[in-house]
């Protein structure tokens, strides 16, 4: 995973309450940010693949356990997203906040593409329907929302690296 898991622990724990207490207060309409997903893509461009995929996975189980969602269905698609991601890491070198931008803003859609389609495979009733000006919202959102994470992530992954140097 990581070299500093109490950094991992401490980023899970404190987006997962973000994610449950926050989120839902600073939704636009029917648009509300996806936190989990947003530390995600950051956190597996810093951390790489490996670290990424066991974000999104536990993540995504505490998302599903802790909302009304599918229970495995959250947690797959946030461990592939963070595999996928990660390995981002190793062809694009970058620092700037715009790249997360827009890697969040594309994840986002596939995210939620991929979210519809396993509920429609699953036939799970009672969801939500696909609706693009939503899933354009939503993507949005979080990308502008990635000003505010990704240099708390960013600050949290290099003060593991200094650790982990001394």
């Known amino acids: 995973m990581g070299r500093n898991r109490w950094a991992f622990i401490f980023v899970l724990l404190v987006t997962m309450l973000l994610e449950l207490a926050v989120a839902p207060e600073i939704a636009l309409g029917s648009v509300r940010p996806d936190i989990l997903l947003v530390v995600l893509v950051c956190w597996a461009l810093l951390e790489g693949s490996r670290s990424g995929a066991i974000l999104g996975f536990w993540g995504g189980l505490m998302e599903g356990i802790f909302t009304t969602t599918a229970l495995g269905v959250t947690a797959f698609i946030k461990t592939v997203a963070g595999y996928v991601v990660g390995e981002?890491?190793?062809?694009?070198?970058?620092?700037?906040?715009?790249?997360?931008?827009?890697?969040?803003?594309?994840?986002?859609?596939?995210?939620?593409?991929?979210?519809?389609?396993?509920?429609?495979?699953?036939?799970?009733?009672?969801?939500?329907?696909?609706?693009l000006g939503v899933v354009a919202g939503f993507a949005l959102y979080n990308s502008l929302f990635t000003l505010l994470v990704y240099p708390v992530v960013l600050r949290v992954a290099q003060r593991e690296e200094e650790t982990f140097m001394f």
């Open 88 to 131: 981002l890491r190793r062809r694009v070198v970058t620092r700037t906040v715009l790249w997360p931008m827009a890697v969040v803003f594309l994840v986002s859609i596939l995210h939620e593409v991929a979210k519809f389609g396993l509920w429609s495979m699953l036939g799970l009733e009672g969801r939500p329907s696909f609706r």
